[in-house]
Nanobody, 123 residues
Framework: QVHLVESGGGLVQAGGSLRLSCAASGRTVSSYYMGWVRQNPGKEREFVAC???????YYANSVKGRLTISRDNAKNTVYLHMNSLKPEDTANYYC?????????????????WGQGTQVTVSS
């Protein structure tokens, strides 16, 4: 069992920055796929970024160059550094972990989810 707790969300103006954190407990997650999925009400859930085995990193095309995922294995924590934020980045950001595959749909098959942290970007 893995418990995930996100933090760092908030309200920021367009062009601003935030850093999201996801702290895992219960298991060491350094060998798992771990990252971020976001969703706005009325929209489909959207993959954002993921870091997997051997530090392999994957990004959605919409966030490349603006959002950066990183992992601190000593803290069992993954971060999402968010720069040059846009209003379309507004969403609830969920931390997710899967033991064997990259984060993708069907979302119901993902092993673990956090409660989410809200990011709101105003213009």
């Amino acid at each position: 069992q893995v418990h995930l707790v996100e933090s760092g969300g908030g309200l920021v103006q367009a062009g601003g920055s935030l850093r999201l954190s996801c702290a895992a407990s219960g298991r060491t997650v350094s060998s798992y796929y771990m990252g971020w999925v976001r969703q706005n009400p009325g929209k489909e859930r959207e993959f954002v970024a993921c870091i997997g085995r051997s530090e392999a990193i994957y990004y959605a095309n919409s966030v490349k160059g603006r959002l950066t995922i990183s992992r601190d294995n000593a803290k069992n924590t993954v971060y999402l550094h968010m720069n040059s934020l846009k209003p379309e980045d507004t969403a609830n950001y969920y931390c997710a972990v899967d033991r064997v595959r990259r984060l993708s749909s069907p979302w119901q098959t993902i092993d673990y989810w956090g409660q989410g942290t809200q990011v709101t970007v105003s213009s």
